[in-house]
C-alpha cells in the first residue's frame, strides 16, 4: 500500500502526528498483509515528521519539486515574470495520483496547499484520513 502525507509546514505537534500513525498503521495491519510505502514531497512540518518517524521502518519515495525536474522552465518562467504558485501543486497531484491511502494532518490553520489537496482528494474519490489536531 502506497501512503502519502500531508500537513501545514508549521505543523509541529510531533506526538500527535506519530500517535495516529502508529494507529493508523496498526489498525492496516488487522486487516492488511501488505508492504507499506511512503510517498512525500520533502516539505518541512507534518510530511517531514511522517516521514522521518518512518524512513527506518518502510521504503519511501520522494518526489522532487517541479524546479529541480524542470530547471528550464522555472528558468523560463522567472524570467518572464510568471512565476505560478500553482506550478508547485502539480508535484501534490503526482503524488495523491500515486496513492492508495492519503493522510493529511490538519492544526486548523489555513494553509493553500493542504487545502487543495482536501479537495482534490474529493473530487478524485481517493481514500484518505484527516486527523485534526484541535489544539
Not at 501512503?3 to 496498526?26: A, M, T, V, W, Y
Not at 521504503?59 to 528550464?72: E, G
Request: hydrophobic residues 35%; aromatic residues 12%; glycine residues 6%.
Amino acid at each position: 500500500m502506497k501512503i502519502s502525507f500531508f500537513g501545514q509546514r508549521n505543523f509541529k505537534n510531533d506526538s500527535f502526528i506519530k500517535e495516529n500513525i502508529d494507529r493508523l498503521l496498526s489498525e492496516m495491519a488487522e486487516h492488511r498483509n501488505e508492504c507499506v510505502t511512503v510517498l512525500w514531497g520533502g516539505a518541512q512540518g507534518a510530511q517531514t515528521i511522517a516521514y522521518d518517524y518512518l524512513k527506518t521502518e518502510y521504503d519511501t519515495v520522494k518526489f522532487k519539486p517541479w524546479t529541480t525536474v524542470s530547471r528550464k522552465l522555472y528558468k523560463e518562467e522567472s524570467q518572464k515574470g510568471k512565476f505560478d504558485n500553482n506550478y508547485f501543486f502539480l508535484r501534490n497531484i503526482q503524488i495523491v495520483d500515486n496513492s492508495d491511502l492519503v493522510v493529511i494532518f490538519d492544526n486548523g490553520e489555513k494553509d493553500s496547499e493542504v487545502d487543495k489537496v482536501k479537495e482534490l482528494v474529493e473530487k478524485k474519490g481517493i481514500q484518505h484520513i484527516i486527523f485534526e489536531d484541535k489544539e
